[in-house]
């Protein structure tokens, strides 16, 4: 079973400031874990994913997230919010062996004040 | 990649009454997805479509309110049946290995009265 909690339904940052969103998992295997981006009236579509390899994952537009095994965590993180950057954010886990199943944290609406 | 597209992109439905929601996608694939996005909350799994077989559902969704036809590769849709306010949501379509890249349609936005 697997789960994900994301901290913070909204997150409120200054255009030019730093973007950090929080998400902490459990997962009873190793898991694959993913950010997800949702523009409005749009679907959604993939920031950026962690599976093996490098614990530091960087994704489009300027977003990267860090997998943290000791700490359950793979916070998305961005140096810089630009305007664009408003939109709400879901940070996702598989389990490694299962292509079928997709468990989605409550997400993060962000909101980027000029 | 794949391109999802799915109709219609909104409606405004009488409770008692039946919508079917349609995906396209532009290449075959073995695997089809239907999630749920009730107001103000996240994406829940509603169930799995493989062509030539009965959809997967997962726990709380059953085949008689939300039925599932997959007749080929590019193609499925999803019913919302009887329909009351409580099923108002977002319904998406999604493709792909779920571990490793899953591609999304931009979503059905259903709003019972």
């Known amino acids: 079973a697997q789960s994900v909690t994301q901290l913070g339904s909204h997150v409120s940052v200054s255009e030019g400031a730093l973007v950090l969103l929080r998400c902490n998992y459990s997962s009873s295997v190793p898991p694959y874990l993913f950010w997800y981006v949702q523009y409005p009236n749009q679907g959604l579509q993939l920031l950026l994913k962690y599976t093996t390899g490098a614990t530091l994952v960087k994704g489009i537009n300027g977003f990267e997230a860090e997998f943290k095994k000791s700490e359950t965590s793979f916070h998305l993180t961005k140096p810089s919010a630009h305007m664009s950057d408003a939109a709400e954010y879901f940070c996702a886990v598989s389990a490694s062996g299962s292509a079928r199943q997709l468990t989605f944290g409550s997400g993060t609406q962000l909101t980027v004040l000029p | 990649s794949a391109v999802i597209s799915q109709k219609p992109s909104r409606d405004i439905c009488q409770r008692g009454t039946s919508l079917t929601i349609q995906c396209q996608v532009d290449s075959q694939v073995t695997m089809m997805f239907w999630y749920r996005q009730q107001p103000g909350q996240s994406l829940t799994l509603i169930a799995t479509a493989n062509q030539g077989s009965e959809a997967t559902y997962e726990s709380g969704f059953v085949i008689d309110k939300f039925p599932i036809s997959r007749p080929n590769l590019t193609f499925s849709t999803l019913t919302v049946s009887n329909m009351s306010p409580e099923d108002s949501s977002i319904y998406l379509c999604?493709?792909?290995?779920?571990?490793?890249?899953?591609?999304f349609g931009q979503g059905t936005r259903l709003t019972v009265v």
């Open positions: 999604s493709v792909g290995p779920q571990n490793t890249e899953a591609f």
